[in-house]
């Protein structure tokens, strides 16, 4: 079983920046697969950010392209998501998310394991 907690959210004007930060427990980190994920309200959840388990590979949605970096330390069973450039349309809860493997996964059906997610407010 894994334990996943965010921290990190809060509100900010656009332009501003914010680092979430996300802690497992349960197992090492350095064995799964992890992903940030995103829920507005009304919509869907939706792909943000996935790393391999080495840090070498990553992915990004379009929209957080360019303005985001995920990283993680598996040595400290921590993962980042560093978010600059922030707009109104980023307001969301931000969920980590991670599961066996070692590879980038974009799906939340990938994912067995969630954190409880923070809330991140841009304000125009």
């Known amino acids: 079983q894994v334990q996943l907690v965010e921290s990190g959210g809060g509100s900010v004007q656009a332009g501003g920046s914010l680092r979430l930060t996300c802690a497992a427990s349960?197992?090492?980190?350095?064995?799964?697969?992890v992903g940030w994920f995103r829920q507005a309200a009304g919509k869907e959840r939706e792909f943000v950010a996935t790393i391999d388990w080495r840090g070498y590979i990553s992915s990004y949605a379009e929209s957080v392209k360019g303005r985001s970096t995920i990283s993680r330390d598996n040595a400290k069973n921590t993962m980042y998501l560093q978010m600059n450039s922030l707009k109104p349309e980023d307001t969301a809860v931000y969920y980590c998310?991670?599961?066996?493997?070692?590879?980038?996964?974009?799906?939340?059906?990938?994912?067995?394991?969630w954190g409880q997610g923070t809330q991140v407010t841009v304000s125009s």
């Open positions: 349960g197992r090492t980190l350095g064995g799964l697969a």
């Open positions: 998310a991670a599961d066996l493997g070692v590879g980038v996964r974009d799906k939340p059906f990938q994912y067995a394991y």
